[in-house]
């Protein structure tokens, strides 16, 4: 399971039971390993680094253009329910403007 989102207003989870920081899990259409490795080549596309990566999960970090602020999004791949549980999150800083979620949000809908 994912980490709670801290009490700053700057991620989104999942598995937030806190409704400003909840996000719906990203839903799994057709193969589990095919959506899988479109997710990856996505996050590639968006300029994610990839910093761990395994079956059932994928950690990145994502960086700020001009003050180089990092990003850390999760992926935790539930193939039984066929869907893709998310965390992102500010690592600095109180707010992030909504950056976390428009992001998860383009990935979702890259990804359908």
Not at 22 to 27: F, G, Q, S, T, V
Not at 52 to 68: H, L, P, R, T
Not at 77 to 94: E, L, Y
């Amino acid at each position: 399971m994912l980490e709670e989102c801290p009490k700053s207003p700057n991620c989104v989870s999942s598995f937030s039971q806190n409704k400003s920081h909840y996000i719906k899990p990203i839903e799994i259409v057709g193969n589990v390993s095919e959506t899988r490795e479109k997710l990856i080549q996505i996050l590639k596309n968006l300029h994610g680094e990839i910093l761990q990566e395994n079956k059932g999960y994928i950690k990145v970090a994502f960086y700020s253009k001009f003050f180089k602020f990092e990003d850390i999004a999760e992926f935790q791949i539930d193939s039984n329910k066929k869907i893709i549980n998310v965390r992102s999150a500010a690592q600095t800083g109180w707010y992030d403007f909504g950056v976390n979620r428009k992001r998860i949000e383009k990935i979702r809908q890259e990804l359908n």
